[in-house]
C-alpha cells in the first residue's frame, strides 16, 4: 500500500471553486485501477492549503493513473485552481500505530 499524499496551494479566493471541481473528480479516482480511496483535506491554519490523500496498491498503480487519460481529466477540472504545482509525496507503511 502507498499513499500519495498531495499539498495543493491554491490561488487566493479560489477555494470553495476548487472543492467544488474537485468533488467532480471523485469518480476518476473510484474508476482507477488500483485506487482503495481518496480524500481531500483543507488547512484550518491556511484557507488556501488543500492536502489529497490518496490511497494506492503501490506507487506504480499511482504513476499508471498519472499516465492515464483520467489523470488528465483531473489536472483539467483542478489544474487552473493551483497557485503552484502540487508538492507530492508517497508514504510507505511502517507498522507504527493503531
Not at 17 to 23: K, R, S, T
Request: with cysteine; net charge negative; hydrophobic share 55%.
Amino acid at each position: 500500500m502507498a499513499t500519495e499524499i498531495a499539498r495543493i496551494d491554491v490561488a487566493p479566493g479560489d477555494a470553495e471553486a476548487f472543492v467544488l471541481v474537485a468533488a467532480q473528480a471523485v469518480e476518476l479516482f473510484r474508476g482507477a485501477p488500483g485506487c482503495s480511496g481518496m480524500r481531500l483535506l483543507r488547512s484550518h491554519e491556511a484557507a488556501a492549503r488543500f492536502w489529497l490523500i490518496v490511497e494506492w496498491q503501490d506507487v506504480a498503480a499511482h504513476e499508471a493513473f498519472r499516465a492515464s487519460p483520467a489523470f488528465a481529466e483531473w489536472r483539467g477540472l483542478v489544474g487552473r485552481y493551483f497557485a503552484a504545482p502540487p508538492a507530492v509525496e508517497h508514504g510507505l507503511a511502517t507498522g507504527v500505530g493503531f
